[in-house]
């Protein structure tokens, strides 16, 4: 067995590469945290001082002696109470449902749908938009043949209808980024979805890239190239990706 220049063993690595993945997790509860304040009374003498009262008197005191005098004084407080409430919060696990063992890398935990799947369920659609901020831009902000999709236009990309510009407005180029806007957009609310690979991140890039660097009416060969790798993904073909659901 090799020992690395680190001093590590390579069983000591495979341990290691075992160890079990944390994923964090958020919840939330309102709740309505009560306390019973008491307020207690405290006296604390001061220093105490005593004067004379005219001369002394021949014989003893008028009234009946006693060991000691008691009498009452009161006095109104307004006692202000700074008060800081908090609640603890346990988790127990409960169990675990298993999945079905697969070989390979972990992938992400969603699946793949096409561009006719959001178009007919807008109930996903829209909240995929809004969890991307209420926009998904197909290129780079306002550049070349970019197109800020939200969902006052989102129509035009299920129909295949940009407008030019900044889409090209003659064949062949106008049908070809056509399908390389809905493969895009499709592509992006996987990714949104859950349905992540590292190849997915770089085809969108280079697609973004493209669609920036191009200009209306010259230069525009090469949509389908990245129309066909997009498809490839949003129909559960891509390499290393997630399946179709």
Same mark, same amino acid.
């Given at each position: 067995?090799?020992?690395?220049?680190?001093?590590?063993?390579?069983?000591?690595?495979? $341990?290691?590469?075992?160890?079990?993945?944390?994923?964090?997790?958020?919840?939330?509860?309102?709740?309505?945290?009560?306390?019973?304040?008491? $307020?207690?009374?405290?006296?604390?003498?001061?220093?105490?001082?005593?004067?004379?009262?005219?001369?002394?008197?021949?014989?003893?005191?008028?009234?009946?002696?006693?060991?000691?005098?008691?009498?009452?004084?009161?006095?109104?407080?307004?006692?202000?109470?700074?008060?800081?409430?908090?609640?603890?919060?346990?988790?127990?696990?409960?169990?675990?449902?298993?999945?079905?063992?697969?070989?390979?890398?972990?992938?992400?935990?969603?699946?793949?749908?096409?561009?006719?799947?959001?178009?007919?369920?807008?109930?996903?659609?829209?909240?995929?938009?809004?969890?991307?901020?209420?926009?998904?831009?197909?290129?780079?902000?306002?550049?070349?043949?970019?197109?800020?999709?939200?969902?006052?236009?989102?129509?035009?990309?299920?129909?295949?209808?940009?407008?030019?510009?900044?889409?090209?407005?003659?064949?062949?180029?106008?049908?070809?980024?056509?399908?390389?806007?809905?493969?895009?957009?499709?592509?992006?609310?996987?990714?949104?979805?859950?349905?992540?690979?590292?190849?997915?991140?770089?085809? $969108?890039?280079?697609?973004?890239?493209?669609?920036?660097?191009?200009?209306?009416?010259?230069?525009?060969?090469?949509?389908?190239?990245?129309?066909?790798?997009?498809?490839?993904?949003?129909?559960?073909?891509?390499?290393?990706?997630?399946?179709?659901?």
């Amino acid at each position: 067995m090799s020992i690395p220049s680190s001093g590590v063993t390579d069983a000591e690595q495979a $341990i290691s590469a075992l160890s079990a993945v944390q994923c964090p997790a958020t919840a939330h509860e309102t709740v309505c945290v009560q306390a019973d304040v008491t $307020i207690s009374p405290d006296v604390v003498v001061g220093e105490v001082s005593s004067s004379c009262v005219n001369g002394p008197a021949i014989g003893g005191c008028l009234g009946y002696l006693q060991d000691s005098c008691t009498f009452s004084v009161s006095q109104h407080i307004c006692v202000q109470i700074p008060l800081t409430f908090s609640a603890e919060a346990t988790a127990m696990p409960k169990g675990i449902v298993c999945g079905t063992p697969k070989t390979g890398v972990c992938q992400g935990p969603g699946c793949t749908y096409t561009i006719g799947y959001y178009q007919t369920h807008m109930d996903l659609t829209g909240a995929l938009l809004t969890l991307a901020g209420g926009s998904i831009t197909l290129g780079i902000d306002s550049q070349g043949t970019s197109f800020i999709v939200n969902s006052g236009n989102i129509d035009l990309v299920f129909n295949r209808t940009v407008t030019s510009p900044p889409a090209p407005a003659s064949n062949p180029y106008k049908a070809e980024y056509a399908s390389l806007y809905e493969q895009l957009l499709a592509a992006n609310l996987n990714v949104l979805n859950g349905a992540t690979c590292d190849y997915i991140s770089g085809v $969108i890039e280079n697609a973004n890239q493209f669609l920036a660097d191009s200009p209306s009416g010259v230069g525009m060969e090469g949509a389908p190239f990245y129309t066909t790798e997009l498809t490839a993904y949003n129909e559960g073909n891509g390499p290393g990706c997630p399946s179709h659901c």
